[in-house]
């Protein structure tokens, strides 16, 4: 399995942004599809964006046009840009790994992401 730390987290009024980052421990990293997920309190965690190995990316509808997911091959980094944030976005945000012949998915700690006036 990956080793997988998130940080960037933090509170921030609605309307502003963050910046998160997911550092991997995985000498190979190239070989993994990567993944921030968010958990709400009382809520099941749910997907938020994807990036291939490959480089391909996805977002679930509600941060389509507001969050970004990029990769660093070379620093083994992925990052989750979250611009416009609303209330709403408040949850705590994991980072996932996937190696792309399948197998246990990693996780990280997750950060908390607070969305307040």
């Known amino acids: 399995q990956v080793q997988l730390v998130e940080s960037g987290g933090g509170l921030v009024q609605p309307g502003g942004s963050l910046r998160l980052s997911c550092a991997a421990s995985?000498?190979?990293?190239?070989?993994?599809?990567m993944g921030w997920y968010r958990q709400a309190p009382g809520k099941q965690r749910e997907l938020v964006a994807t990036?291939?190995?490959?480089?391909?990316?996805t977002y679930t509808d509600s941060v389509k046009g507001r969050f970004g997911i990029s990769r660093d091959n070379a620093k083994k980094m992925v990052y989750l840009q979250m611009n416009n944030l609303k209330p709403e976005d408040t949850a705590v945000y994991y980072c996932?790994?996937?190696?792309?012949?399948?197998?246990?998915?990693?996780w990280g700690q997750g950060t908390q992401v607070t969305v307040s006036s």
């Open positions: 996932n790994a996937k190696h792309f012949l399948g197998g246990v998915d990693s």
């Open positions: 990036i291939t190995k490959g480089g391909s990316s």
């Open positions: 995985e000498t190979v990293f190239s070989f993994y599809h």
